[in-house]
């Protein structure tokens, strides 16, 4: 009789230690149940690629590590001014700006970058917050003798030049005080070791968007070699030259570019 009721206490303990495990278990799985989606919607976090942005300047970066195993940024390759890309930007539309050391800057210096998605390499990166403007999308001047504006009216001319292929962001927002929708509002960089970033405004009808890089870059080639040719007129082939036109002459059509006669 004892052994019988000693066996029924051991099922029972067993029994109990069973049911004890299931509620373990479930709680386990209950506490797990916090979904990313959860913490996303309790923190402010970048979401989505959707802002539009451009390239005027830097470089690519990825996250590394130094030899310590410090975050670090380490550039991969140089970004060409013009591209368009994506920013990450919140429900709020504001842009997430980390500051990390860049691996090219002695003595561990930090510096401030954006993450953009770009279509190009059709993979994510980090960019310097200088070298990319957001809400922004490309342009160029054809022309010469095209004058920066101080502020969106006629009388506030000033005095520095934009040079023909210049590549510059045109911000997407019409600029404040422009009464009559006559100007953009620009950006654009330059690498002099003084000047850096330049903003300022033109005239829409000297400003051509959606040029074509091969325009561009036949044009920004053509004025080279004609520097070359003012040194030394031999020192191109006339067939080069005439190449270059054709090709420029045919994108600026395509395009209604303002320069679609070639450049002489």
Same mark, same amino acid.
């Given at each position: 009789?004892?052994?019988?009721?000693?066996?029924?206490?051991?099922?029972?303990?067993?029994?109990?230690?069973?049911?004890?495990?299931?509620?373990?278990?479930?709680?386990?799985?209950?506490?797990?149940?916090?979904?990313?989606?959860?913490?996303?919607?309790?923190?402010?976090?970048?979401?989505?690629?959707?802002?539009?942005?451009?390239?005027?300047?830097?470089?690519?970066?990825?996250?590394?590590?130094?030899?310590?195993?410090?975050?670090?940024?380490?550039?991969?390759?140089?970004?060409?001014? !013009? =591209?368009?890309?994506?920013?990450?930007?919140? #429900?709020?539309?504001?842009?997430?700006?980390?500051?990390?050391? *860049?691996? $090219? +800057?002695?003595?561990? !210096? =930090?510096?401030?970058?954006?993450?953009?998605? #770009?279509?190009?390499?059709?993979?994510?990166?980090?960019?310097? *917050?200088? $070298? +990319?403007?957001?809400?922004?999308?490309?342009?160029?001047?054809?022309?010469?003798?095209?004058?920066?504006?101080?502020?969106?009216?006629?009388?506030?001319?000033?005095?520095?030049?934009?040079?023909?292929?210049?590549?510059?962001?045109?911000?997407?927002?019409?600029?404040?005080?422009?009464?009559?929708?006559?100007?953009?509002?620009?950006?654009?960089?330059?690498?002099?070791?003084?000047?850096?970033?330049?903003?300022?405004?033109?005239?829409?009808?000297?400003?051509?968007?959606?040029?074509?890089?091969?325009?561009?870059?036949?044009?920004?080639?053509?004025?080279?070699?004609?520097?070359?040719?003012?040194?030394?007129?031999?020192?191109?082939?006339?067939?080069?030259?005439?190449?270059?036109?054709?090709?420029?002459?045919?994108?600026?059509?395509?395009?209604?570019?303002?320069?679609?006669?070639?450049?002489?």
């Amino acid at each position: 009789m004892r052994k019988l009721f000693l066996s029924f206490l051991l099922l029972c303990l067993f029994a109990a230690l069973i049911t004890g495990c299931k509620k373990d278990k479930t709680s386990d799985n209950t506490a797990t149940a916090v979904t990313e989606e959860t913490e996303t919607t309790s923190a402010k976090v970048v979401q989505t690629p959707d802002v539009n942005g451009i390239m005027i300047s830097g470089w690519y970066y990825s996250l590394g590590e130094d030899k310590d195993g410090n975050e670090l940024m380490v550039a991969e390759s140089e970004a060409k001014v !013009g =591209t368009p890309v994506k920013l990450y930007s919140d #429900s709020n539309e504001e842009l997430g700006v980390i500051t990390k050391k *860049d691996a $090219a +800057v002695d003595g561990g !210096g =930090t510096r401030d970058f954006v993450k953009v998605f #770009s279509e190009d390499f059709d993979q994510d990166f980090w960019v310097r *917050d200088y $070298a +990319v403007v957001p809400f922004a999308a490309g342009g160029v001047v054809t022309e010469e003798n095209i004058f920066l504006y101080t502020k969106p009216d006629l009388a506030s001319i000033g005095t520095r030049v934009v040079e023909p292929f210049s590549i510059f962001a045109v911000f997407d927002e019409a600029p404040e005080g422009d009464k009559d929708g006559r100007f953009y509002k620009i950006r654009y960089y330059i690498n002099d070791g003084k000047t850096y970033t330049v903003n300022g405004y033109l005239l829409k009808k000297n400003v051509e968007t959606n040029v074509p890089y091969e325009m561009i870059q036949c044009g920004e080639r053509i004025e080279a070699l004609k520097e070359e040719i003012a040194k030394d007129e031999n020192s191109v082939d006339s067939y080069v030259m005439d190449e270059l036109n054709e090709i420029y002459t045919y994108y600026a059509d395509k395009y209604n570019g303002s320069a679609s006669k070639g450049i002489n």
